[in-house]
């Protein structure tokens, strides 16, 4: 089974600001979900990183895991989220996981 993760910050790419709050970029990642038929789930998390050009950056980021969704639809999502949140870029992880369900 494959997981995927794409983690998504909220600053604006060109005013390194929060512009909304976070309850309408939740809104957003669902309905772009939705469109897509795509079982998800996702956490609010908050961190930090080095930008590219060496500013390290904190923020509030959503991060969106997909189980088992294909490989292009993942990209579509990615692109989608960066665009509609006003990124540079968008983080995906992916990975193998074992599951099993319990009844």
Do not use: A, P, W
């Given at each position: 089974m494959t997981k995927t993760d794409i983690y998504v910050?909220?600053?604006?790419?060109?005013?390194?600001?929060?512009?909304?709050?976070?309850?309408?970029?939740?809104?957003?990642?669902?309905?772009?979900?939705k469109s897509y038929k795509v079982p998800f789930s996702f956490n609010?998390?908050?961190?930090?990183?080095?930008?590219?050009?060496?500013?390290?950056?904190?923020e509030t980021s959503l991060v969106?895991?997909?189980i088992d969704v294909d490989d292009g639809i993942v990209e579509e999502i990615a692109?989608?989220?960066c665009m509609?949140?006003?990124?540079?870029?968008?983080?995906?992880?992916?990975g193998i996981v074992e599951s099993y369900s319990v009844k």
């Open positions: 910050g909220l600053n604006d790419q060109d005013t390194k600001q929060q512009r909304f709050e976070t309850k309408k970029y939740i809104t957003v990642l669902k309905d772009v979900c609010v998390s908050e961190g930090g990183y080095i930008h590219e050009s060496g500013e390290y950056v904190q969106l895991t997909l692109k989608d989220l509609f949140f006003g990124q540079e870029s968008v983080l995906v992880t992916k």
